[in-house]
């Protein structure tokens, strides 16, 4: 019998699935894009030249005894990537516009006559307003960046990713002035308590939630807190229903009953915050060095020392409170060095004061939340190790940076972070050196890599001349607000600017109606103020007053799905005055519809490359070239060199050798490709990827003697150093071989202070315009009535399950897991009040826009809230209106802040966002 | 009418539902695998993950009948229809990206159905806000011990592999009368049009066969799925199954006797109408588990509450360490060889 049934699968039929299972070659591959920084390790198969399927390579060895291992890192999208490759909507040769802009008729073109139009276009921008009038957008797929190489030649501005796509954490920056310090996420299990708040793992975590899961087994216990049930509630202990934007008022609540309890940790208090610090009580200032001594710093502060009565200095050096026992209570009084009296007191007796506001009852009322809910939490949160698990939805807000403060308020008061399983997250990346650097070495080769890193830190260390209590975060981050050193893109700079001079948000930002209350002045007139003292000089702030944008760049990216404000602001305001619009892309978007010119970029398996270094968990992951690029399609880095060699050709050609940037910097127009490749040594894609992981193993990021062969038989590295670029420094922890990281270990373990103006965890920004906002303190704030205070519905967004951005959107394997088509999600009351059916085509309006979508009706959703989940293209909506064209896109006045220790502008830090959740939006059936 | 051959070992397969995310990278890994760009196979996926309680996939299942009635007579139960399946869609891609008809046209379906889709109700779930409760489920084949299909079967297509139970079709006999489809309960049966012939999950078989896990398996981020066999005492399957009970078959009065089991859901407390937490009320109805898991899911869900508490004391709990699975490749049983190292000849 067992012989007649083996045979059964030995017929054409089995040998039919049996050959579907067969592969010619494997490689490691994975996926230069910012997902949630992934960078898992595939397997991609190949077979008769074509990819054919993927597999997570699931290599990971555990880090530290008993933690679970990580294996196998990767989601759904991963899973089908390679489809993409072959997908309807790839672009496989260079097109050019024939028809209006939008229209979508393109023909085919020549790789040379596409770039010798774009070289023009930007030569004669150059010639007619500056270099200034190119724009070069920085957008999340870190794949595409190469294709950007131009913008390092020219002096061309690239536009800050931060507010760009808006992943920042204001509140973060205001407390730390870190940028996201965040744990691997193998530390996620370590937490006896976790609040899930302001993100949504189930859908942006696919690839990591299982920690979440593991954690909860472990003994911990899970609690969201978010408007909807939302999908990761569902595996939650606690649910917490918050109204929608009150997020501020439910910590601030929770802290004073930690207070009130007597249960907060004084001691880490005393160290790490500034909670012991004097203000007076007279202006609301600290009481400053300057006040107190001819001569002393500005920037030095005082606590109460309780044994002598006096005001001393607190360290500038250190956290460590050398036998003081800073006041954290009462008023006092000392004489200032004119002689005059006057009254201070800690920021821990103003923020008693100030909570008084939020008890439990009156912060139930506001977050709709039962008060005995609020204390029992509190308990939790001041007797166990909290994590709270972020992402980038809260900074979103426009009052996000006040709930941000709050949590971080909740975590200091509890000693909740710089141990494991504890702190917050939310996004991070690291270690970009090799490649960041390359083209600031004078020749190839480590020596000349190891010649550069020794100057750089040889440069720092002159910074701490000056001040000898520069710690290693703070000369980094100095040298980042002097010379743009990160990133190795050239001219970093916010984009608000240009988006309130050129864009054409004047006239919105400055409507006073549904505007923040909270300005007592024109937002032309905060702007104004800012751009005159000087407060945005590095940031062509000015220049945008007068300079018109000529060529828009965007590669990778998508604005026109992206934009808070929506298509038709651009459409009206900008693309008129664009003389030249290039999409550089692997895929048809909405935005390349809108182009002049598409250029076709290899796909994640047709170039050689790393997925985006991730702090997360810490390894470096080689995406490798699995097949050839498609058609025409070239790596982004062959395009990247190829448009340099166009503008050296085509300047060549109208006698323009070199050109005078804003600046008054001389750029020459000369021997691009050759600077760029280092004379031709790093022409091409391998050996300059090589070379750029053997110098990041000279810089002291991946292990020594790392090559891209090391890479090729295992897949990933794990890093050994944070590197000097990409923000790693702001994990402000040393990462261990056989340990989870967790981060700013350095702060609460070796007490170095923090790189913000009083070098303590700062709650109380004394700012004049923070005064004058009533937001020296973390405090609640609803927010504004931004798209019609009438509206009856808010909107509320955050990523999709089924893509990355907007790039997986159209995948037809993906889009037959959903159901394929934009939606909008409503309570199931609502609906039915409404007459809505499930499934049904609705319209959702607001001041600015409209979108029709369908409806999918859920008592998940909270009553009077709608859920758009973001990243479907404009084109898959009737009319091609999509959520982003619903929310009028304000940043928050206080953003512009600038002259304040921490508040200084360097790439990916402080500065403008866009606020895009909470929009007031109304629902219409659509007859 | 094909006999049933008892198999002499059964492969089984465990979903952890409080590890399940619903991110259908099981269903996408299987659908590339087996069936992606295959004419007449566009409706099909093997392995699917709905939204429960919901209507699912095909669009109300549960009531279509099939499997055994109490006193073991097979039920012939409805045969799905395409439009039931849902899905199967393609876009007018040509059309919106090279058309030239700018935002006068958008991508829409132009083919498959209108009105359903494999995940049409994902994440609406059921009761009233704030005490909304849904989960996810992920189902496929469950290669039963008394598989419906293959007693109705009238051309012996269908058969029991002895050495691991799984149940296969020999699609060179099948003719497509698709009455296996009409007697499975679990209607994870598709009919294949350009072919003429069913087709359902075949266990990756080819890939058991090189020692490595199934698709849906090994590539599950969530680590909620584990493979193996129930006899292997020291597997995960067997003590999640055998040992500790925590994981139960689906639909068990359907009476085919399944072997994909489940590990049942919590959920957070529901609120009063007060709004404070009742800590020991149940969110998601006893009675709606009950009659998805049989009255066995009282006993495992008290199981899954008594560990966890002894985890949250401090104490040590076998089930608990099973299921955080701190070695990956303990969810693969016997099957935990990594596929790149064949080299095929």
Same mark, same amino acid.
Request: with cysteine.
């Given at each position: 019998?067992?012989?007649?049934?083996?045979?059964?699968?030995?017929?054409?039929?089995?040998?039919?699935?049996?050959?579907?299972?067969?592969?010619?070659?494997?490689?490691?591959?994975?996926?230069?894009?910012?997902?949630?920084?992934?960078?898992?390790?595939?397997?991609?198969?190949?077979?008769?030249?074509?990819?054919?399927?993927?597999?997570?390579?699931?290599?990971?060895?555990?880090?530290?005894?008993?933690?679970?291992?990580?294996?196998?890192?990767?989601?759904?999208?991963?899973?089908?990537?390679?489809?993409?490759?072959?997908?309807?909507?790839?672009?496989?040769?260079?097109?050019?516009?024939?028809?209006?802009?939008?229209?979508?008729?393109?023909?085919?073109?020549?790789?040379?006559?596409?770039?010798?139009?774009?070289?023009?276009?930007?030569?004669?921008?150059?010639?007619?307003?500056?270099?200034?009038?190119?724009?070069?957008?920085?957008?999340?797929?870190?794949?595409?960046?190469?294709?950007?190489?131009?913008?390092?030649?020219?002096?061309?501005?690239?536009?800050?990713?931060?507010?760009?796509?808006?992943?920042?954490?204001?509140?973060?920056?205001?407390?730390?002035?870190?940028?996201?310090?965040?744990?691997?996420?193998?530390?996620?299990?370590?937490?006896?308590?976790?609040?899930?708040?302001?993100?949504?793992?189930?859908?942006?975590?696919?690839?990591?939630?299982?920690?979440?899961?593991?954690?909860?087994?472990?003994?911990?216990?899970?609690?969201?807190?978010?408007?909807?049930?939302?999908?990761?509630?569902?595996?939650?202990?606690?649910?917490?229903?918050?109204?929608?934007?009150?997020?501020?008022?439910?910590?601030?609540?929770?802290?004073?009953?930690?207070?009130?309890?007597?249960?907060?940790?004084?001691?880490?208090?005393?160290?790490?915050?500034?909670?012991?610090?004097?203000?007076?009580?007279?202006?609301?200032?600290?009481?400053?060095?300057?006040?107190?001594?001819?001569?002393?710093?500005?920037?030095?502060?005082?606590?109460?020392?309780?044994?002598?009565?006096?005001?001393?200095?607190?360290?500038?050096?250190?956290?460590?409170? *050398?036998?003081?026992?800073?006041?954290?209570?009462?008023?006092?009084?000392?004489?200032?060095?004119? /002689?005059?009296?006057?009254?201070?007191?800690?920021?821990?007796?103003?923020?008693?004061?100030?909570?008084?506001?939020?008890?439990?009852?009156?912060?139930?009322?506001?977050?709709?939340?039962?008060?005995?809910?609020?204390?029992?939490?509190?308990?939790?949160?001041?007797?166990?190790?909290?994590?709270?698990?972020?992402?980038?939805?809260?900074?979103?807000?426009?009052?996000?940076?006040?709930?941000?403060?709050?949590?971080?308020?909740?975590?200091?008061?509890?000693?909740?972070?710089?141990?494991?399983?504890?702190?917050?997250?939310?996004?991070?990346?690291? /270690?970009?050196?090799?490649?960041?650097?390359?083209?600031?070495?004078?020749?190839?080769?480590?020596?000349?890599?190891?010649?550069?890193?020794?100057?750089?830190?040889?440069?720092?260390?002159?910074?701490?001349?000056?001040?000898?209590?520069?710690?290693?975060?703070?000369?980094?981050?100095?040298?980042?607000?002097?010379?743009?050193?990160?990133?190795?893109?050239?001219?970093?700079?916010?984009?608000?600017?240009?988006?309130?001079?050129?864009?054409?948000?004047?006239?919105?930002?400055?409507?006073?109606?549904?505007?923040?209350?909270?300005?007592?002045?024109?937002?032309? +007139?905060?702007?104004?103020?800012?751009?005159?003292?000087?407060?945005?000089?590095?940031?062509?702030?000015?220049?945008?007053?007068?300079?018109?944008?000529?060529?828009?760049?965007?590669?990778?990216?998508?604005?026109?799905?992206?934009?808070?404000? /929506?298509?038709?602001?651009?459409?009206?305001?900008?693309?008129?005055?664009?003389?030249?619009?290039?999409?550089?892309?692997?895929?048809?978007?909405?935005?390349?519809?809108?182009?002049?010119?598409?250029?076709?970029?290899?796909?994640?398996?047709?170039?050689?490359?790393?997925?985006?270094?991730?702090?997360?968990?810490?390894?470096?992951?080689?995406?490798?070239?699995?097949? +050839?690029?498609?058609?025409?399609?070239?790596?982004?880095?062959?395009?990247?060199?190829?448009?340099?060699?166009?503008?050296?050709?085509?300047?060549?050609?109208? /006698?323009?050798?070199?050109?005078?940037?804003?600046?008054?910097?001389?750029?020459?127009? +000369?021997?691009?490709?050759?600077?760029?490749?280092?004379?031709?040594?790093?022409?091409?894609?391998?050996?300059?990827?090589?070379?750029?992981?053997?110098?990041?193993?000279?810089?002291?990021?991946?292990?020594?003697?790392?090559?891209?062969?090391?890479?090729?038989?295992?897949?990933?590295?794990?890093?050994?150093?944070?590197?000097?670029?990409?923000?790693?420094?702001?994990?402000?922890?040393?990462?261990?071989?056989?340990?989870?990281?967790?981060?700013?270990?350095?702060?609460?373990?070796?007490?170095?202070?923090?790189?913000?103006?009083?070098?303590?965890?700062?709650?109380?920004?004394?700012?004049?315009?923070?005064?004058?906002?009533?937001?020296?303190?973390?405090?609640?704030?609803?927010?504004?009535?931004?798209?019609?205070?009438?509206?009856?519905?808010?909107?509320?967004?955050?990523?999709?399950?089924?893509?990355?951005?907007?790039?997986?959107?159209?995948?037809?394997?993906?889009?037959?897991?959903?159901?394929?088509?934009?939606?909008?999600?409503?309570?199931?009351?609502? *609906?039915?009040?409404?007459?809505?059916?499930?499934?049904?085509?609705?319209?959702?309006?607001?001041?600015?826009?409209?979108?029709?979508?369908?409806?999918?009706?859920?008592?998940?959703?909270?009553?009077?809230?709608?859920?758009?989940?973001?990243?479907?293209?404009?084109?898959?909506?009737?009319?091609?209106?999509?959520?982003?064209?619903?929310?009028?896109?304000?940043?928050?006045?206080?953003?512009?802040?600038?002259?304040?220790?921490?508040?200084?502008?360097?790439?990916?830090?402080?500065?403008?966002?866009?606020?895009?959740?909470?929009?007031?939006?109304?629902?219409?059936?659509? *007859? | 009418?094909?006999?049933?051959?008892?198999?002499?070992?059964?492969?089984?397969?465990?979903?952890?539902?409080?590890?399940?995310?619903?991110?259908?990278?099981?269903?996408?890994?299987?659908?590339?695998?087996?069936?992606?760009?295959?004419?007449?196979?566009?409706?099909?996926?093997?392995?699917?993950?709905?939204?429960?309680?919901?209507?699912?996939?095909?669009?109300?299942?549960?009531?279509?009948?099939?499997?055994?009635?109490?006193?073991?007579?097979?039920?012939?139960?409805?045969?799905?229809?395409?439009?039931?399946?849902?899905?199967?869609?393609?876009?007018?891609?040509?059309?919106?990206?090279?058309?030239?008809?700018?935002?006068?046209?958008?991508?829409?379906?132009?083919?498959?159905?209108?009105?359903?889709?494999?995940?049409?109700?994902?994440?609406?779930?059921?009761?009233?806000?704030?005490?909304?409760?849904?989960?996810?489920?992920?189902?496929?084949?469950?290669?039963?011990?008394?598989?419906?299909?293959?007693?109705?079967?009238?051309?012996?297509?269908?058969?029991?592999?002895?050495?691991?139970?799984?149940?296969?079709?020999?699609?060179?006999?099948?003719?497509?009368?698709?009455?296996?489809?009409?007697?499975?309960?679990?209607?994870?049966?598709?009919?294949?049009?350009?072919?003429?012939?069913?087709?359902?999950?075949?266990?990756?078989?080819?890939?058991?066969?090189?020692?490595?896990?199934?698709?849906?398996?090994?590539?599950?981020?969530?680590?909620?799925?584990?493979?193996?066999?129930?006899?292997?005492?020291?597997?995960?399957?067997?003590?999640?199954?055998?040992?500790?009970?925590?994981?139960?078959?689906?639909?068990?009065?359907?009476?085919?006797?399944?072997?994909?089991?489940?590990?049942?859901?919590?959920?957070?407390?529901?609120?009063?109408?007060?709004?404070?937490?009742?800590?020991?009320?149940?969110?998601?109805?006893?009675?709606?588990?009950?009659?998805?898991?049989?009255?066995?899911?009282?006993?495992?869900?008290?199981?899954?509450?008594?560990?966890?508490?002894?985890?949250?004391?401090?104490?040590?709990?076998?089930?608990?360490?099973?299921? !955080?699975?701190?070695?990956?490749?303990?969810?693969?049983?016997?099957?935990?060889?990594?596929?790149?190292? !064949?080299?095929?000849?």
């Amino acid at each position: 019998m067992a012989e007649a049934i083996s045979r059964r699968t030995e017929g054409t039929w089995a040998d039919v699935y049996r050959d579907r299972w067969t592969w010619d070659s494997v490689h490691f591959g994975s996926h230069a894009v910012d997902c949630y920084p992934g960078g898992c390790s595939w397997r991609v198969f190949v077979k008769d030249g074509k990819v054919v399927r993927e597999e997570q390579a699931a290599l990971h060895t555990p880090v530290e005894a008993g933690i679970p291992d990580m294996n196998p890192m990767g989601c759904q999208k991963g899973a089908c990537w390679g489809h993409c490759h072959y997908s309807q909507d790839r672009v496989t040769h260079p097109l050019k516009r024939v028809g209006e802009r939008g229209q979508g008729k393109f023909e085919r073109v020549s790789w040379d006559e596409a770039l010798g139009d774009i070289a023009d276009a930007m030569l004669d921008a150059i010639e007619d307003q500056g270099p200034e009038a190119i724009l070069s957008l920085l957008t999340p797929e870190v794949g595409a960046a190469p294709a950007r190489l131009f913008a390092n030649f020219l002096g061309t501005p690239t536009t800050d990713g931060n507010a760009e796509f808006q992943d920042f954490s204001p509140g973060w920056h205001l407390t730390w002035g870190l940028y996201n310090p965040v744990s691997t996420m193998d530390d996620w299990f370590l937490a006896e308590l976790t609040l899930i708040w302001h993100a949504n793992p189930v859908y942006t975590n696919i690839h990591w939630y299982h920690y979440l899961a593991e954690s909860r087994y472990n003994g911990g216990e899970v609690v969201t807190i978010a408007p909807d049930y939302s999908p990761s509630a569902i595996h939650a202990d606690h649910h917490q229903p918050i109204r929608i934007g009150t997020d501020a008022a439910f910590a601030l609540a929770m802290c004073k009953v930690i207070i009130d309890a007597g249960l907060y940790q004084k001691q880490f208090v005393q160290e790490q915050t500034d909670l012991p610090l004097l203000v007076r009580t007279d202006t609301g200032r600290f009481l400053r060095g300057n006040e107190m001594m001819a001569g002393d710093r500005e920037d030095q502060f005082f606590w109460w020392d309780t044994r002598t009565g006096s005001a001393v200095p607190a360290p500038r050096g250190t956290l460590a409170t *050398a036998g003081v026992d800073p006041a954290l209570e009462g008023r006092f009084t000392t004489t200032l060095v004119d /002689g005059t009296s006057v009254e201070v007191e800690p920021v821990m007796a103003r923020l008693r004061r100030h909570l008084e506001d939020y008890t439990p009852e009156k912060a139930g009322e506001i977050c709709e939340i039962h008060p005995d809910n609020i204390r029992q939490l509190a308990r939790k949160v001041a007797t166990r190790k909290t994590k709270i698990f972020i992402g980038w939805n809260s900074g979103k807000y426009y009052h996000g940076d006040l709930m941000e403060r709050a949590m971080a308020l909740l975590l200091g008061l509890t000693g909740n972070w710089g141990k494991k399983g504890t702190g917050t997250r939310s996004w991070a990346i690291m /270690g970009m050196d090799g490649g960041s650097f390359m083209a600031r070495k004078a020749g190839p080769g480590q020596e000349e890599a190891q010649k550069l890193i020794t100057q750089l830190m040889a440069m720092r260390r002159l910074l701490t001349l000056e001040d000898p209590t520069l710690t290693a975060e703070m000369t980094q981050n100095r040298a980042a607000e002097a010379a743009g050193e990160l990133g190795g893109m050239g001219v970093v700079v916010p984009p608000a600017f240009v988006w309130y001079h050129q864009f054409g948000y004047k006239e919105r930002w400055n409507n006073p109606e549904n505007n923040d209350p909270s300005m007592k002045r024109t937002f032309d +007139e905060y702007i104004r103020e800012a751009v005159d003292k000087g407060w945005w000089d590095q940031s062509y702030a000015k220049a945008y007053e007068e300079v018109e944008p000529r060529v828009l760049f965007e590669a990778g990216g998508n604005l026109l799905r992206r934009q808070r404000g /929506g298509q038709k602001l651009l459409l009206e305001s900008l693309w008129p005055k664009l003389e030249m619009v290039v999409s550089c892309d692997y895929r048809m978007t909405t935005t390349g519809l809108y182009s002049d010119y598409i250029l076709p970029a290899a796909q994640h398996y047709e170039k050689l490359g790393n997925s985006m270094p991730s702090v997360h968990h810490l390894n470096f992951v080689l995406c490798d070239r699995a097949v +050839e690029p498609l058609g025409e399609a070239l790596p982004d880095y062959e395009i990247g060199v190829r448009i340099l060699a166009a503008i050296e050709d085509r300047a060549r050609k109208r /006698g323009m050798r070199e050109f005078k940037d804003r600046k008054g910097n001389v750029r020459t127009l +000369e021997n691009l490709v050759a600077t760029a490749t280092l004379g031709g040594a790093m022409r091409e894609e391998e050996t300059r990827f090589d070379e750029s992981i053997r110098d990041n193993a000279v810089y002291g990021v991946l292990p020594k003697g790392t090559t891209l062969n090391t890479l090729r038989e295992k897949g990933q590295v794990r890093f050994t150093g944070w590197g000097t670029v990409g923000h790693g420094i702001s994990q402000a922890s040393t990462i261990k071989e056989d340990e989870v990281h967790n981060p700013l270990r350095w702060h609460t373990e070796d007490k170095v202070p923090y790189d913000t103006l009083v070098r303590r965890a700062q709650y109380y920004i004394d700012h004049e315009w923070f005064l004058e906002a009533g937001e020296e303190l973390p405090t609640h704030k609803e927010p504004p009535a931004h798209g019609g205070a009438k509206r009856r519905f808010m909107m509320t967004s955050g990523h999709n399950r089924w893509s990355v951005h907007s790039m997986n959107m159209t995948n037809n394997v993906i889009m037959n897991t959903y159901r394929g088509e934009p939606f909008v999600c409503l309570n199931d009351d609502d *609906a039915a009040g409404l007459g809505i059916e499930n499934g049904e085509q609705v319209k959702l309006v607001s001041d600015v826009g409209e979108s029709l979508l369908a409806a999918k009706i859920t008592p998940s959703c909270r009553p009077g809230q709608v859920i758009v989940y973001n990243g479907f293209e404009p084109y898959m909506h009737e009319n091609w209106y999509s959520q982003a064209d619903l929310e009028p896109g304000h940043v928050k006045h206080l953003g512009l802040v600038g002259n304040y220790g921490h508040l200084k502008y360097r790439m990916f830090s402080w500065q403008p966002i866009p606020a895009d959740r909470a929009v007031r939006v109304d629902v219409e059936r659509v *007859a | 009418m094909a006999t049933l051959i008892r198999s002499n070992r059964q492969l089984a397969w465990v979903f952890d539902l409080n590890k399940c995310i619903g991110c259908q990278t099981c269903s996408v890994a299987c659908r590339v695998l087996w069936n992606e760009g295959e004419e007449g196979a566009e409706q099909q996926w093997w392995m699917s993950v709905n939204t429960m309680p919901g209507r699912g996939t095909p669009k109300d299942w549960e009531s279509m009948g099939g499997g055994y009635d109490a006193n073991g007579v097979l039920q012939s139960g409805q045969v799905p229809t395409p439009e039931q399946f849902g899905g199967g869609w393609d876009y007018n891609y040509d059309e919106v990206l090279r058309g030239g008809h700018g935002r006068s046209v958008h991508l829409q379906k132009t083919a498959g159905s209108k009105t359903w889709g494999m995940n049409w109700d994902e994440d609406e779930g059921a009761g009233e806000f704030p005490n909304a409760y849904f989960f996810y489920a992920p189902r496929m084949c469950n290669h039963c011990s008394e598989p419906a299909c293959l007693e109705a079967c009238p051309t012996g297509a269908l058969f029991k592999r002895e050495e691991d139970g799984l149940v296969l079709r020999d699609e060179d006999t099948c003719q497509g009368n698709q009455h296996c489809a009409g007697a499975c309960p679990y209607k994870k049966i598709y009919f294949n049009e350009a072919r003429g012939v069913s087709q359902h999950c075949i266990g990756c078989f080819p890939r058991i066969e090189q020692g490595v896990a199934p698709a849906c398996v090994r590539q599950c981020p969530g680590r909620a799925a584990f493979v193996g066999y129930l006899d292997d005492d020291d597997g995960a399957v067997s003590k999640l199954v055998k040992k500790w009970k925590v994981a139960l078959p689906l639909h068990p009065e359907m009476g085919t006797k399944p072997n994909v089991y489940y590990v049942p859901p919590l959920a957070p407390a529901p609120l009063r109408e007060d709004g404070s937490f009742d800590e020991g009320g149940d969110r998601i109805p006893p009675s709606y588990l009950e009659g998805l898991f049989g009255t066995e899911v009282h006993g495992a869900l008290d199981v899954l509450r008594t560990e966890l508490d002894r985890k949250r004391r401090g104490r040590e709990s076998e089930v608990m360490d099973t299921l !955080i699975l701190y070695r990956w490749k303990d969810a693969l049983g016997h099957l935990d060889r990594d596929p790149a190292e !064949i080299v095929w000849e």
